[in-house]
C-alpha cells in the first residue's frame, strides 16, 4: 500500500476521484481534518475533530466492471470489524456495511466508481474509491449532535486511540484477504459477515433509490445481497439499499 497524507481536504473521496489517473492502484489517500465529508444517500459526514480517521482506498482492478467489485464494502465492513475487536469491542453489521457497536454507528463506509464510456468496449473502469470514517477519539458532545445515534471507540474502550495504529491494521489486513477476495467473491467472508449481523431475523426498512421494501431479514445471499420476506411470504433479493 501507499500512502498519500493531506493535512486538509474537503473530502478524500472527491480529491482521489478527481485525481483517478494520477493516483496508484493500492493507494490509501487519509487525512485528519476533513472540512466537507460525503456520506452514503446523499448525507454528509460530519468533521468529527482531528483524533478520527477520514480516509480512502484507491483501487485499481481490471477496466471490466466484475460483480464482486460491489461487495469490496463489504471486505472493508468485516475488516473494520475485526480490528474493532482487537481492542474488545463487539461490532455488529448493519447491511450492507456500516458498523455499529451498542446500537449505535462507530463507522460509514461510501465507495465510489469512476470509469468513461468508451464506443467499442463500453464501459471502463478507472478505479474504485473505497471511502471509510472512523470515530476513533470523539467527544460526546459531538457526537450528540449527530442526526443519528453514534458512539466513538475512546468512548466504548474508555482509553485514547492511536489513529495511525488503527489505521495501519486496517489497510494491512485489507491487503491480506483483497486478492483472495477479488477471486472468490464475498462467500470468502460470508460467515465472518452472517457472525456480526445484527439485521438477520428482524423486520426492517430498505430504501432502495426512492423505493421502501419491508420485511424480515431472512439471509445475506452468497453474493452478499439481503434477502428479505414480506407478510405474504413474498422474498426480495436486495442488491442495492439501505436499512433505515
Ligand atoms: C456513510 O454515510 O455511512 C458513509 C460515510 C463515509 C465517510 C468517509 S470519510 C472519508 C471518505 N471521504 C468522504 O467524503 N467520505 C468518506
Redesign the pocket.
Known sequence: MEFLYLEEID????YAKERINDINDMTVVYTFK?TA????LQ?K?SYMGEDNI???IVLKPSRDYKEVYSNLTQLLCVVLAEVFEEYGVEPQIKWPN?IRVNGKKIS???AEGVGVNDKEKGYLLQGLIL???VNLNTKIEILSKIDQPATSLNIETGKFIDKEIFLKKVTEKFCLYYNRFIEEGFLLIRDDYLRRAEFLNKEVAVKVFDKTYTGIAVDVTPNGALKLRDKNNKEQILLIGDIL
Not at 473530502?11 to 472527491?14: A, F, Y
Not at 465529508?37 to 452514503?40: A, L, P, Y
Open positions: 473530502s478524500t473521496n472527491k476533513q465529508g460525503r456520506g452514503r448525507r459526514w477520514y480516509a480512502s456500516d460509514g463506509i461510501l471511502g471509510f470514517g
